[in-house]
């Protein structure tokens, strides 16, 4: 009789500990996925002002830069490329050529004085470079989350249980090999 209660006790402490290693790896998992969806958040609404700024950015210096209209026209397509509802990887893909093309304009920019010293765009310089700092620093911290929400669901006891909740691994907020090559600012090369 005690050795049939000793397996009992033994059988409910092994059920209570699986439940209780379920429970803690689900909460922590769930708490995770909140953790990547704010931070995307923060991403997605850097990426709206950054998004919504480019155009007065445009419109403020087209009338003096009239001949590097190539410039200009690069950085308006890569604004009109900025779809909201788009993947994470396509996002990735678009606020990479926006960075391109707007420190494209940046180093433009430099090579008119005059357009330096409007202070309308110097404000919208600067503010459009504190998006651009805002946007890698929210992208790092999303990335981080999403690593830790990956290495969460891969790893026992996560692995695990996964298939039970359907958790899939997530995307991290990255461009192509391709998309990061930096292309050149100067405007006087050829092709």
Known sequence: MAMQLAVV???VLALVLVVFLVVVTYNNVISLQRRCRRAWANIDVA?????DQLPNLVA????????????????????????????I?????????????????FATVEN?????????????????????????????????????YNVAITTIPGALIRPMFGWKEVEMFAADDAERERPTADIYAEG
């Open 60 to 87: 403020a210096v087209r009338g003096a830069m009239a001949f590097e209209e190539q410039v200009l026209e690069r950085v308006t397509e890569a604004r009109a490329a900025y779809e909201p509802e788009a993947s």
């Open 47 to 51: 990426l709206q002002q950054r998004h």
């Open 112 to 148: 008119y004085p005059e357009l330096k010293s409007h202070q309308n765009v110097m404000a919208l310089q600067e503010e459009i470079e504190r998006l651009e700092t805002l946007i890698a620093r929210r992208r790092e911290l999303f990335n981080n989350q999403v690593y830790q």
């Open 9 to 11: 006790v033994a059988v």
């Open 89 to 105: 990887h396509d996002k990735a893909v678009v606020s990479e050529e926006t960075t391109s093309a707007v420190r494209s304009l």
